[in-house]
């Protein structure tokens, strides 16, 4: 299927129906003009050329007309969020109006943690992954400790078996045998930050439900590269972050779904804002809280019409691109970077990703055996952009949009060079 040459990777560029949306964005370059091979959009995207005209849009339109355009502007402020809907929950999965763009990534989730986890005096642990992103478990013990409880106790935390780095779901399975009874919430982020591993969410929001726990994901590292299917998988909540394969640039907001099964339950608990509340008596401002129906009913503050702007930009990519179309070649692209280390024949060399397409996105995690943290600089020094995670695996991402399969080539010709 796939040829260790550069004649063959030029090959797969040609034939490639998306080549050309590597045109449509900045890639960072040396101070000899030369383009880096970036393989590093699962910590920030690259930036859409168009971007910086989106954002022009509203500063043009904020200085011409000040306050007016929040109903004046070519996309007027007040409904904003709206514009990005659409191609947000095709993205996920979802329906429209399952889907809101806001905030963090985290502060969704706490905002979705006072909906959804609803401890009892016997059910009240929740789940993660063991080695779940800092923020994920941070949340999540202060959930706990909130509610009163102690995470050594109400923290269950889901392990790969001694001397794996992945984690089994029949692992999963035994810890909803023993203590379901006890556990009132599953939080799993959908693609593992460290080893890339998708997990199965139609599987875990299955298992969860059969014991009566409310099911979330934190999709931080899946939005924009797998296809978690929201709605049909069934789970209650998920957020996510869009500056990372989502491409809106550092810092930008996050996205949140609520399922529709939830989305008319007014007295579910919420910490409510005034953007949550029913858009036609928003503005009289002496009206009892009314949640609006949807996803759109979490939200708290009016948007940042900016950072927006330049999701906008980024999604409006995707739509022209297609997300079916942008995860057929993720599969072709990674595939064709794991033949490549494999060819290597490096002793030293084990990819800890899965090797199944199905149960990873693009990020394959590469693991070196007595490296360091020089490995990563001298990738850097050899014009890669990378990522280093400790105590010895560099990340790589090669995202669809913008990624060829010639740097794949080069990628794998230069950690081969610095390895020998």
């Known amino acids: ?100 763009v806001m905030n963090g990534l ?6 979705m943690m006072v909906s959804f986890y609803r401890p009892t005096s016997t059910k009240y642990k929740i789940i993660i992954e063991s080695d779940a992103f800092p923020s994920d478990k941070y949340a999540v013990e202060s959930q706990l400790k909130f509610h009163g409880h102690n995470s050594e106790d109400a923290l269950i935390l889901w392990k790969p078996r001694k001397g794996e780095e992945l984690c089994r779901f029949e692992d999963l399975e035994k810890i909803m045998e023993e203590q379901g009874d006890h556990v009132a919430l599953l939080m799993i ?28 994901f934190d999709l931080a590292h899946g939005a924009g590269n797998i296809q978690p299917n929201l709605h049909e998988t069934g789970a209650d909540f998920a957020v996510w972050c869009t500056y990372k394969y989502l491409n809106s640039g550092p810092g930008s907001l996050g996205g949140c779904f609520v399922h529709e099964r939830h989305a008319d339950d007014k007295e579910m608990n919420r ?81 800890i990703t899965p090797r199944n397409p199905q149960e990873r996105g693009c990020q394959l995690s590469i693991q070196v055996k007595s490296a360091d943290k020089t490995l990563h600089t001298k990738l850097t020094e050899a014009g890669v952009i990378s990522d280093w995670r400790e105590p010895d695996v560099v990340r790589v991402a090669p995202a669809p949009l913008y990624n060829s399969f010639e740097d794949m080539y080069y990628f794998a010709e230069r950690l081969k060079k610095i390895l020998n």
Request: aromatic share 12%.
């Open 1 to 100: 299927m796939f040829e260790n040459s550069l004649e063959f990777a030029k090959k797969c560029d040609a034939l490639d129906a998306l080549s050309s949306f590597r045109n449509k964005f900045h890639l960072p370059k040396n101070t000899n003009g030369e383009a880096f091979v970036y393989l590093c959009g699962n910590s920030l995207g690259l930036q859409p050329k168009t971007t910086s005209s989106y954002l022009e849009q509203e500063l043009k339109d904020w200085a011409t007309l000040g306050v007016e355009g929040h109903t004046d502007a070519a996309h007027p402020w007040l409904p904003y969020h709206e514009f990005l809907t659409e191609n947000m929950a095709k993205i996920v999965g979802a329906k429209p109006s399952e889907v809101v």
């Open 271 to 351: 910490f409510a804002g005034w953007w949550g509340h029913n858009k036609e008596t928003r503005f009289n401002m002496r009206h009892e809280f009314d949640a609006l129906i949807g996803a759109e009913g979490w939200q708290l503050s009016n948007p940042p019409i900016l950072s927006m702007a330049a999701i906008r930009a980024s999604l409006d990519i995707f739509s022209d691109a297609g997300f079916e179309n942008i995860r057929k070649k993720s599969v072709k692209l990674t595939g064709f970077l794991e033949y490549l280390i494999d060819e290597l024949k490096d002793h030293r060399i084990r990819i």
């Open 189 to 216: 982020g959908s693609t593992n930050y460290y080893s890339g591993q998708a997990f199965p969410l139609k599987k875990i929001t299955d298992l969860g439900h059969r014991y009566g726990c409310m099911v979330g």
């Open 106 to 111: 985290t502060t969704n989730l706490h905002l």
